[in-house]
């Protein structure tokens, strides 16, 4: 009868940080100094497509501004900052000359209709599911080491996100 209170308290020890290591998982948001990244993410690519988009959400809470001047992609040979623009009724991409401010007390949203990532060169398909390491270089709070949410191929946010079915 000793046996089952302690193998059950073993259980449940297990099952508590289990539960703990899928949460923290899943949430995929990371810090450094003032800024809070969250849900960095990418879509799905069809096999031999050599681009692909990073989207992700940076919040300073601090009272200096930031700025996101590069970063890596590890499935990637090429990292930018781009911007969508409509111009006259026509869609335009543009790389962002010298880096993208983050706002003392603000946030900026790297979304796939807005400011993002841009991949280049990639060096494999990208599939669901996957999640493939990078860093996000910023000018004050350094280098950050991230991993990427591969999503579906139309995704329009990360999964983690789309609670329409909770």
């Known amino acids: 009868m000793k ?23 899943l949430a995929h948001d990371y810090k450094a100094g003032t800024l809070q990244i969250a849900h960095p993410w990418t879509r799905a690519t069809p096999q031999g497509a050599p681009v692909a988009g ?4 940076i919040e ?9 001047v590069g970063g890596s992609f590890s499935a990637a040979a090429g990292f930018s900052i781009h911007q969508m623009s409509n111009k006259d009724g026509v869609m335009k991409m543009s790389p962002v000359e010298g880096g993208l401010e983050i706002p003392a007390h603000g ?6 209709s807005a400011f993002h990532l841009m991949f280049t060169g990639l060096k494999q398909q990208l599939k669901p599911n996957q999640s493939i390491d990078g860093t996000l270089v910023f000018e004050k709070a ?3 080491p991230v991993k990427f949410k591969v999503e579906a191929i139309g995704a329009k946010q990360p999964a983690e996100a789309d609670h329409s079915n909770h």
Do not use: C, H, M
């Open 54 to 57: 990073g989207y992700t959400i």
């Open 142 to 144: 350094g280098t950050v």
């Open 60 to 68: 300073n809470t601090g009272d200096q501004p930031d700025k996101l």
């Open 3 to 25: 046996l089952v209170p302690f193998f059950g308290t073993r259980i449940f020890g297990v099952l508590a940080l289990a539960s703990t290591l899928a949460s923290a998982a």
């Open 107 to 112: 946030k900026v949203e790297l979304s796939p």
